[in-house]
T-cell receptor, first 111, second 112 residues
Framework: SQQGEEDPQALSIQEGENATMNCSYKTSINNLQWYRQNSGRGLVHLILIRSNEREKHSGRLRVTLDTSKKSSSLLITASRAADTASYFC???????????FGSGTRLLVRP | DGGITQSPKYLFRKEGQNVTLSCEQNLNHDAMYWYRQDPGQGLRLIYY???????QKGDIAEGYSVSREKKESFPLTVTSAQKNPTAFYLC???????????FGPGTRLTVL
């Protein structure tokens, strides 16, 4: 079952530009996480935001969470070619503590 | 170095054969997970285990089996009952459910 859905599915930007990707989910959550996946590799955790938080920063990453709209956004500022990857949001299933992943946004940063 | 390892990196199987994918972690995590990823898709949960000697089915458990005899190890067997097993398989672990998960590098399984 899909809980989080990312938008857009694919995004192509020039190096130095900002990249914004969005995630929508359906049910109440304890927290929402963002992960990055380079092609053919495992996922790497980027940031976790709790349901009582509205915004969180980590380096060039800024995550917002709007629980009333059941949505989150990930902003990558001053993008680099090395940011090229797929980005996934993941939400918890409050009844069983599983993580449910969206289908991801494929980001291409052109040099 | 602490981490989570998967082997092999690539695996080829003939139709009708069972294969076992290895997943080992030395992070002292209680919870471990197996996911399947198809091209251009997100992750789908196959099985998960929150404690040794216990595991639960995920969303797509049919045709798969697991065991959790040791805290460090969570092998996944892809049986001949799995109709379309060609995929990228990812193992993960965490301190407890719903928090940061640490992923292995994955095993790409191809059925010939």
């Amino acid at each position: 079952s899909q809980q989080g859905e990312e938008d857009p599915q694919a995004l192509s930007i020039q190096e130095g530009e900002n990249a914004t990707m969005n995630c929508s989910y359906k049910t109440s959550i304890n927290n929402l996480q963002w992960y990055r996946q380079n092609s053919g590799r495992g996922l790497v955790h980027l940031i976790l935001i709790r349901s009582n938080e509205r915004e969180k920063h980590s380096g060039r990453l800024r995550v917002t969470l709007d629980t009333s709209k059941k949505s989150s956004s990930l902003l990558i500022t001053a993008s680099r070619a090395a940011d090229t990857a797929s980005y996934f949001c993941a939400t918890d299933d409050r009844s069983s503590y599983k993580l449910i992943f969206g289908s991801g946004t494929r980001l291409l940063v052109r040099p | 170095d602490g981490g989570i390892t998967q082997s092999p990196k690539y695996l080829f199987r003939k139709e009708g054969q069972n294969v076992t994918l290895s997943c080992e972690q030395n992070l002292n995590h209680d919870a471990m997970y197996w996911y399947r990823q198809d091209p251009g898709q997100g992750l789908r949960l196959i099985y998960y285990s929150q404690i040794v000697n216990d595991f639960q089915k995920g969303d797509i458990a049919e045709g798969y089996s697991v065991s959790r005899e040791k805290k460090e190890s969570f092998p996944l067997t892809v049986t001949s009952a799995q109709k379309n097993p060609t995929a990228f398989y990812l193992c993960a672990s965490s301190k407890e459910g719903a928090y940061e998960q640490f992923f292995g590098p994955g095993t790409r399984l191809t059925v010939l």
